[in-house]
Structures are given as C-alpha cells and as structure tokens.
Nanobody, 119 residues
Framework: QVQLVESGGGSVQTGGSLKLSCAAS????????MGWYRQAPGKEHEFVSS???????TYADSVKGRFTISRDNAKNTLYLQLNSLKTEDTAVYSC?????????????WGPGTQVTVSS
C-alpha cells in the first residue's frame, strides 16, 4: 500500500531555510514521478515542484531559484529544500505521488507539514 509521510516543516523568519522530507512506502520512488504542492489559508491548492522518474525537475515560477526538489532512492525519500523563504511561502506542504502504472493507479497524498514564515 502506498503511503507518504512528510516532515521537516516549522517556523522560520524571512530569508531562512527549511528542508522538507517525504518518506514513501509501498513503491519505489525511483520508478515514479512525484511532486510537492502547498496550500495557504484561504487559497487554492498550488503546484510547487515535481521530479519525473528520469530526474527531470519543474518548478512554479514563484519558487524557481529558491526551492530545490531532490530524492534519495536508497532511502525512498523525496525532499524539498526551501531557501530565501518569504512570508508568502507560508502554507501546508504536501507531497504527491501521481498514478504510476503498473506500480499503482491512483493519486496519493501525504498529510502535509506546516511551514510558517514570519517577518
């Protein structure tokens, strides 16, 4: 069974850094693309970054140059390094595992981890 569990969130001041982790189980992340999304209070669920099975990365314009997505296949863990944080980065960050046939056919989400950036 696919499970995703995020960690690493917290409270930082503007300009600070955090590293989020998403521990996956039930499948091998090296075979599948994964992503990070976030949702701030009162706002829409927002794409942040993704990494494909071949390692190709994409970023939302709002985080490009500040956030870095990566993975450790040996640990079966996805990461998101957040640098130069801004107050508008405050949100619950969730990792996503989109359908990855034949490994699994549904989209899975972790419960999320809170990131709070204060000035």
């Amino acid at each position: 069974q696919v499970q995703l569990v995020e960690s690493g969130g917290g409270s930082v001041q503007t300009g600070g850094s955090l590293k989020l982790s998403c521990a996956a189980s039930g499948f091998s992340i090296s075979n599948c693309g994964m992503g990070w999304y976030r949702q701030a209070p009162g706002k829409e669920h927002e794409f942040v970054s993704s990494i494909s099975s071949d390692g190709t990365t994409t970023y939302a314009d709002s985080v490009k140059g500040r956030f870095t997505i990566s993975r450790d296949n040996a640990k079966n863990t996805l990461y998101l390094q957040l640098n130069s944080l801004k107050t508008e980065d405050t949100a619950v960050y969730s990792c996503e595992a989109p359908p990855c046939p034949p490994n699994y056919y549904a989209t899975y989400w972790g419960p999320g981890t809170q990131v709070t950036v204060s000035s």
